[in-house]
């Protein structure tokens, strides 16, 4: 499906130090999202997941930016459901 649809990938290069502290908070995240659906509904990306309701499956960009999230690379503030595909 990615080949037929004339995307493209979008890379972001995040600098920052790769402590102990965050790769154990890094695998405490994948351990609460692990079997959490892949998702490529577009319908429920944009709705957005809160703490009290948290995703109930991600994309592959909204996994990544609430791990960096989590591991405090991106700020509390950024909202892992605004990561999509292309953005």
């Known amino acids: 499906a990615y080949k037929l649809s004339c995307s493209e990938i979008a890379v972001r290069r995040f600098r920052f130090e790769r402590t102990p ?29 809160t703490e009290e309701r948290p995703a109930k499956a991600m994309f592959c960009s909204q996994l990544a930016a609430a791990m960096l999230r989590k591991i ?3 700020p509390s ?11």
């Open 21 to 49: 502290l965050l790769r154990e908070e890094a695998v405490r995240f994948s351990h609460d999202v692990r079997g959490l659906p892949y998702n490529w509904n577009v319908i429920e990306m944009v709705t957005t997941s």
């Open 72 to 74: 405090g690379v991106l």
């Open 77 to 87: 503030t950024v909202i892992p459901d605004n990561f999509l595909p292309g953005t």
